[in-house]
């Protein structure tokens, strides 16, 4: 298995999470197959609570739709 940290290099440089936030972003950005969208679950994860998106992904994984518009359209639902 590739290291995540040297796949993340190929997209953002010389990008190290410092925070547990920015590597959970990382791994569900990952995971859904939207890793050139990392900095958007880093916004997320600034503004809404860890818990939230982790039981977000538990269930487009649960759903067996891991994608990044299936997650947002999952927490739209959750939080309007």
């Known amino acids: ?5 040297d796949r993340v290099d190929n997209y953002f440089g010389r990008f190290t999470p ?3 936030t920015e590597y959970l972003a990382l791994q569900i950005a990952r995971r859904l197959n939207d890793a ?4 958007h ?3 997320l994860f ?3 609570p860890e818990e ?3 039981d977000v992904y538990r269930r ?3 759903e067996g739709r891991l994608t990044g518009e299936h997650f947002m359209n999952i927490l739209r639902e959750i939080t309007s």
């Open 1 to 5: 298995m590739t290291n995540i940290l």
């Open 18 to 20: 410092s925070k547990p």
């Open 36 to 39: 050139q969208a990392f900095r």
């Open 41 to 43: 679950y880093q916004v």
């Open 46 to 48: 600034e503004h809404y």
């Open 52 to 54: 939230l998106l982790l």
């Open 60 to 62: 487009c994984n649960r």
